[in-house]
Every structure is written in structure tokens, then in C-alpha cells.
């Protein structure tokens, strides 16, 4: 099994910061690609920001600038840094990973159980 763990969510006001962190642990050989999706109050999940095991990085238009994404892959984790935070971002952030459990096998979606983010005005 492959088990992902969120940590970093809270309250904060707008204008402020989080870093969320999502660590990966089980069998795991490799892992390809990771992501932040979030889910906003009322609607559908969509991706942040994702980063391939090669470090290239995909933003959402909305948190381009504000948002940076990065991994450790020694590690195994994921982390969200999150600057100048809206009211908007508020939501639920789901960390996801592609990872495969040996060498040539499939890579198959992981997701962790989320992490509450809300941004007062």
C-alpha cells in the first residue's frame, strides 16, 4: 500500500501564508508525478499545481505567482508554499501522487484524505 500524509492547513487572514506538506510512504520504487488539488465550497476538485519527478512544475492560473510547488524526492514529500492567500483559496487540498511499487510496473494515483485551508478577509 501507499499511504499519503497532509499536514500545514489552518486559519489564516488574507494576505498571509501556509506551506502544506504531503509525505508518501509504503511501497513505493518510484514516483512520478505529484499534485495539490483543491475543492472549494460547492465546487468540482481542480489541480493547483502539480510537479513531475524531473522538477517541472504546472500552475493553475489563479495561484500563478503566488503559489510554488516543490518536492524532495529523498523524502518522498511534496510542499505547497502558499503566499498572499484570498478568501478564494479557501477550501479543502488534496495531495495526489502517481507512484509504482517496483521497477517497470504501472504508476497508479494515489490521494491523501485532504487538508482544510481557510482564508478570512
Known amino acids: 500500500q501507499v499511504q499519503l500524509v497532509e499536514s500545514g492547513g489552518g486559519l489564516v487572514q488574507a494576505g498571509g501564508t501556509l506551506r502544506l506538506s504531503c509525505a508518501a510512504s509504503?511501497?513505493?520504487?518510484?514516483?512520478?508525478?505529484m499534485g495539490w488539488y483543491h475543492q472549494a465550497p460547492g465546487k468540482l476538485r481542480g489541480l493547483v499545481a502539480a510537479?513531475?519527478?524531473?522538477?517541472?512544475?504546472n500552475y493553475a492560473d489563479s495561484v500563478k505567482g503566488r503559489f510554488t510547488i516543490s518536492r524532495d524526492n529523498a523524502k518522498n514529500t511534496v510542499y505547497l508554499q502558499m503566499n498572499s492567500l484570498k478568501p478564494e483559496d479557501t477550501g479543502v487540498y488534496y495531495c495526489?501522487?502517481?507512484?509504482?511499487?517496483?521497477?517497470?510496473?504501472?504508476?497508479?494515483?494515489?490521494w491523501g484524505q485532504g487538508t482544510q485551508v481557510t482564508v478570512s478577509s
Open positions: 509504503g511501497s513505493i520504487f518510484s514516483i512520478n508525478a
Open positions: 495526489n501522487a502517481a507512484a509504482r511499487k517496483y521497477m517497470g510496473g504501472p504508476f497508479d494515483d494515489y
Open positions: 510537479i513531475t519527478s524531473g522538477g517541472t512544475t
